[in-house]
C-alpha cells in the first residue's frame, strides 16, 4: 500500500514566484505543488499538498497527519522562528519530519537563524531553492522504504 | 446566582492522552472536562470549557468572557510562551485569572521557562498534572467568594 | 483616480475605549475609524478600516492590499512584538506602510521595545493617541501624491 | 498508616502578616499552620510545619525528611533563587516535593523569576496567596494515595 | 495667549541636504524651519527653531524651555541613544514632548534603535522625512488645545 | 528618648585588619566599634554593634532591628552581592538603612558590583574606609532627628 | 596652609529643587553650595562650587583641579553613565576623588546602575540627599588631613 | 564537458561508522564515496573525495577547488563551529557550495547550532544521514546544469 | 613538626554513598575521612575532616584554619556556586588551598559551570571520585615540603 | 595645489605626557604637533592641528573638515567608545579618515574596546604610541596621492 | 598484561619552562616526561608521550589511541578552548580521559574559563602544576586497575 | 649588527589579489613581499617572510621566531579570530609584535571585530590597505632602533 505524505506550507508560501524574486525565484506554488506530485508518483508517494497563512491552521493540518500520513515536508516560513505550537503539533507526530526553506536562513536577519520546527524535524535542507522540496520528498522515501 | 469560569486550553491540549504521555499522563481532555465539571457542580461554579489550536480563537474566548464569565482558569500551552495578544486580552478582563500548566515547565526546554501569561495571571499552577485544573478551581471559588 | 489605503487593526483593539483607558483613553474603534473617514474624505484618499484578532487574517488583508490598496495604515498591537508572518507580508508588499501605536511602547514593558513590523514599516508614529491614525494618512497622503 | 508531609518555610516567612501585607496579605504563619493542620487532619496527613532563616538548617530539614516525611510541601521564599544547597538536598529526596510561593513571583523583581527548587520541585504554585500551601496538601494526598 | 513650542534639532542637522541624501533626503534645515514656521503660523503656535552640535547646549535650551515654551518637538538625533543628560533635562520640563527621526532608526544600526529620549517623549514620530515635523507640530497643537 | 541603631557586619569582617590590609585597612573591627561608639555617643544615638558570619544570623539581627532599633547600619560583605533574604528581612525594616562598604566595590571583581542590599538601602556609602561607618552614623542622625 | 578641593556639579543640577523634588528634594543647588561653603571653613578646607551642563566644561574644571586643587567632590549626575572623558580627566587626577550622588541610583533605572566614574573615585557616597556633600567634604579632610 | 565536484570531509568522519553510531549511522566513510561516486557516475559529475582531520588542509583542498573543481559539497564536522579560515578560502571559490551534516545539528549540543560555513554556503543540508551527500550531489548537478 | 591539612566539605555531603550514586558513587563520607586520614598518616600530614550543611559554619572553619592549619582541601559542594563569603574567608587564609569536586561539573547544569572558590584555590580536581581527595593531600604534601 | 589634513584631538589630550606616562609617554602633545609638522611638510601636506575636550567642538572642526580639508587623522581618545555624533558627522566626510589610538585600546578595559568611528574611518592605527600620527599622515598621503 | 596510556600535549608545551616561568613554572617537557614515565614503570602503565602544536596531529593521536591506549592524559593547553575537533576525536574513544592543566585556568583570562575537551573528559586537574600529570596518572591507574 | 623581522601570514593570504578585490584589492602577495624588502632593506632590517594556511605551522614559525627574530609582523588573516594557540606562542615571543589587517575589520562582520592576536601586539594597524605592513615595519624599525 503506497505511504502518505503531507507537504505543508506555512504563510505568505502562496504568494511565491510574486514576492522578492531575487530571494525566493520565479516559481509559484502551484509549480512548485506540481513539480512534488510529479516527483511523487515518480517514487510511489501519495501526496497532499496545503497552504495556510494560519498557525492554527497549520495545527490542524499537522494533527490530521497523525491518522492520515506517513510523513510531512514542511516548509514552515516565517513560523519557523515563532512558533511552538507547531513545533508540539510536530512532536505529537511519530512520522519522519522533513523541514525545507527555499533560501539560507543562515545568510538572513538573525531573527531567522532559530527554527523551533527543527527541534522536532528529522531532516532540514535549506537554500536549495524549490529544489529542497523534492530532495526532502526522497528523503521521506528513503526513510518510509 | 451562581458564579461563571471559563476553562480555556491552548494549542494541541485536544491531543491530550494521546501524544508524549511520559509528560503529559493518559488523561484525555474530555477525561480533563469531566472533573472540572463535577468539581465545579460540587463547589457551585458554572463553568465552560473550551480548547483552540488557534491564538486569535483563545483572543476571541478570553474577549468573550469579559461579559460572561466571572474568573478565567487558562491553560496556554505552546501560546504560553509566545503570545501577547493573549497577554493583552486577559489585561483586559478584570476578574480572577488562574494559569494552569500540567507538566512543570521549568524542568522543560528553556524557551519554555518564561510565559507571557503569568505576567497577568493571579496565580500559576504547574506540575501538578490534570489535578492542576481543579486546585486552580479551587482558587477561583475563595476568590470569587 | 483616488487612491486607496486600508487602515488595519490587530489583537484587542476591538476593545478600544473599554480596556485600560489610562494607556490607550476612552475612544472607540469605531470612533478612530469615524475620524480616520472624515480625514481620507478631506484629503482625497479611499480608505477600508478593518480589525482582527488572527494572525492569520492580518496577512491575508495584507496580501489583499497588494492589488487592492495603495498604501497600508497598520497597528499592529501585539503582533508587532512577535510576528514574522505580518512583517513578511508587509515585504510583498510595495507601496507605503504607517506603523501606528496608540501608546508610546518605549515606556511600556520592555518585550513591547522592538516591533518586527518596523522593520519594513516606511514611517512609525507612537505614543500620539488616536491621532497617530491621522497623522499617518497624512504621511501617506504626500506620499502617494 | 498514615502518610506525613513536611511543610517547610524559609526566610522571613516567620514575619508573614507583618510586612509587605499588599504582597502577603495580613494572615500570620500561625494561621497558615493552623489551616494546613485542619486540611491535613482531614485528609488524612501526619504534618510537621517548620521556618527557619537559615539556609542550613533548611537543608538539615530536608535531610530529616528523607527517612521522617513521604512528602515534603516547601515554600523557599528568597532561598528559591539562591540556594543551590537546598536543591542538592531536596534531590536527595524521594517522594513528592511541592514548592509554593504565595504571591506570584513572576511580576515581582526579575531576580525572582528564576527558581532553584522549581528544577526538582514535582509541583510549583505561585500567586494563590496561603491558599497555594492547602492546594499543596492536597495534590501531595493524591500523589501519595 | 497663543502657545509657543522650540523645535530643537541635535547634532549634524545643520548638514541635512548636503550629507547622506539617500537617508535624509535634499531638504535642508532652512527648508524645514521655513515649513515649521508655516505651519506654525497657520495653527496658531509660536515656534523658535535651534540647532546645536553640543550636548550642554541642548540642555541649556530644553532647561530655557521650561519657562520660555509649552511645548518641545525634539530631534535629538546622534543624541538620542548616548545622552542621558538630555533625558534628564527633558524630565524636567513639564509639557508636551515630540520625538522626531528624519529616517526609520529600527532599519539603521543596532545602535540606533535605542532612544534615551523616547523615555520621556509623549510621541514619537520616525522615519516620515522632514513631514514628521509637521506631523509632531499638529500633534502638540492637539495637546496644548 | 534616645533613637537606637543597629551596626550589623557580615562575614569575614571579623578578621578586619588582618586580612588584606591593601584593601581594608589596619583598623580591627574592635576598633571601628569603638569609633562608632564615640560618634553615637556624641550625636545622642544608642548603638548595638554585632558581626555574624552566617546569613540566617543577619536576617535573625535585621528581623531583631523592627522594634528594638530605629535605623540600621549594614556592612553586608559578601552577603550584598548573594542574599536576597537580607534584602527581604531588610524591606520588612521602616526606619532608615544605610549600606556601607569600606572598599569601592565598584573597582573589584565584577560580582562585587551589583548588591542587593542596595535595592532597598536608603543610602550606600562605598571606598570610604572604615570612615563610611560614621558618615552612615551621621546620616542616620539626620534622618532620624 | 589650607587645602583646596573643587566641588563640582554635572548636567541639570542647576534645576535641584525645582525638578522631581520626590527624588531630588526642595533644596537647590545655592543651598547645597551653602550649606558646603560652612562646612568648609568649618573643618579648614577652601572650596570652589561649580556647575555645568557640558561634559567638556567638566572636563575642563578637572583639569584644572590638577594643579589647583588638592580634592574633588564631583557630582556627576547623567554624566556618570556616559563620560567616558570625564573619567580619564579624573585619572589625571592625583588626589582624592569623592562621588555623590543625591539619590539612591541603584533604585533607579537600570541604565543609572552603572558610573564611570566610580572607576576612579576613591569614594563613593549615594542616596544620603544632599547631606552626602557634607559626608564627602568630611572624607576629603580626613584624607588630606 | 563534464563538471567536476569535490565532495571534503572534516575532522573524524574518517571515523563514520565507528563511532557513536547513534547519530552517524554504521556505514563507513567508504561506503559514503561509494554512494557518492555511484551517483555521480549517474547524473554526470566527476567527483573527488577527501577527508582530513586538519584545518589547513582542508583550506588547501578549497584553494585547490578554485580551479579543479566546479562545485563542492562539504561536511565540515567540527570546524563548521569553529573556522572562520575555511568560511574565508569558500569565500575565495566562486561555485556552488553545499554543506552537508550527517544529523540534525540543531538537537545536539548549543556551540553545534551555528556554523560558519552556512555563512557562505548555497545550501544546507542536515539530518538526512550519509543520503544528505547523495541529496547535495543531485542539487549540485542542477545549478551546474 | 608534622603539617597540619584541614579537611572540609560542603552541604550535602554527609549524604554521601546514599544520594545519586550513579553520580557520586557508593563510598560513604566515614570512607572518605578513613582513606584520607590513612593517606595522610602515610605521607606525614595531620589531619582534620569536618562537614557542615551551613555557609556560616564553613566560614568559622575556614577562619579557624588561619591559625591551626597550613593547607585546607576543601569540597564546596553546593555553596562552590553561590558563596562569596566561603571566597573571603579563603583570601584570608595564606596556605595552599586544593579544590576537590567529585564529579565533573562541568558535564551538569550549566550554574555548577562557575565556582567561587577556584577563584583562590591553588589546585582543583574535579570528576576523579573520592580519589581527589587523595590527590589533593599528595599535592598538598608536595606544596608544604 | 598640496592637500591638507586635519589632525583633529579628542579629550584630555592636552594633558599628554603629564598623565599615566606608563600608557602614553612622555611626548607632549606639542611635541606630537611638531612630528606631525615636520612630517606632513616632507611629505607635502598641509596639514592644522587641534584639540578640543568637546564633543560638540569636535563636531563642529569635522564638519569644517568637509570645505577645508581634503582628509582627516583623528585621535578620538574617550570619545570614541560614546560619541555617535562624532561617527555621523565623519559619514558627513568624504574623505579618508584614519583614526589613531596611541595605546593599544584591546588590552586596556573592556569599554575601550568599541569605537564608533571605527565604524567610518578607513583606517585604524592603535597601540604604536605618537608614532601612530606619523604612520597616519603617510597613509593620507598615499590615499590622497 | 600491561595497559597503555598516552600522554598528550598541546600547543606551545614544548615550550614549557623557557616561557612565562610564573605561570608554568621552569621544569621542561622533558622534565614532565621523565616524571610521567618513571611513575608509569612505578604504578606498571605503558606510557607514550607525545607534543604537537597542531590540532590536526592531536586529533590523530587521539584517533590512534582508539586501539592502542587504554587511556588519555590529555593537557590541550590553547586547544581547550576553541577545539570541537579534539572533543569530537575524543568522544571516539571508550576509556578514560583525563584533562591536565598546569595553571588554574579559572584565575586566567575569561576565554580561558571554558574547555571543549571538559565536556568528554573523566576527570579534571588544574592548578597543580606539572604534577598534574602526575595525579592524572595515579586517577588512570585505579580506572583501568 | 641588523634586526631580523619576521613578517607572517595567515590562511587564504596566499590568495591576495585573486579573492575579493574589493576587500583586498588587486596586489598580490608577492608584490607585498617585494614591498616589504625593499623598505626593510631601505631601513636596515633583516627579512623573512611566510604564509602558512595552517593554525600549528604559524605557531611553529612564532616559536622558532623566539630565537631567530627580533620583531615580528602578523597578519592573522581568519586565525585572529580563532586561535588562542597563536596568542599563547606570540605570548612566549620577547620582542615587538606589530598585527596588520589589510581590511578595517571593525565594517565586516562582527565575529571579525574580536582579534586574539590583539591581546598581546604592541601595536594593531587595520585598514590601510598593503600599506599597512610597511607602516608596521617602520614601526618596528623605531621600536629596535
Known amino acids: 500500500m503506497p505511504k ?3 507537504v505543508l506550507n506555512g504563510p505568505n508560501l502562496n504568494l511565491l514566484g510574486q514576492r522578492q524574486p531575487e530571494i525566493y525565484g520565479s516559481e ?3 509549480d512548485v505543488q506540481a513539480s ?3 516527483l511523487s508518483a515518480e517514487i510511489g508517494l501519495e501526496m497532499r499538498f496545503e497552504q495556510s497563512n494560519s498557525e492554527g491552521t497549520l495545527v490542524d493540518l499537522i494533527q490530521e497527519a497523525r491518522t492520515a500520513a506517513d510523513a ?3 516548509n514552515p516560513a516565517a513560523y ?3 512558533s ?3 513545533l508540539d503539533a ?3 507526530f511519530d512520522g519522519p519530519v522533513l523541514e525545507v526553506h527555499i533560501s539560507n536562513i543562515h545568510q538572513r536577519e538573525s531573527f531567522r537563524h532559530h527554527s523551533y520546527v527543527s527541534l522536532r524535524a528529522d531532516g532540514v535542507i535549506a537554500g536549495c531553492g524549490t529544489q529542497g522540496y523534492l530532495l526532502a ?3 521521506v522515501a528513503t526513510l518510509l522504504a
Open 4 to 6: 502518505t505524505v503531507f
Open 28 to 30: 509559484t506554488l502551484a
Open 36 to 38: 512534488c506530485a510529479a
Open 72 to 74: 510531512i515536508v514542511l
Open 80 to 82: 519557523s522562528h515563532t
Open 84 to 86: 511552538v505550537a507547531i
Open 90 to 92: 510536530l512532536k505529537a
Open 137 to 139: 520528498l526522497r528523503r
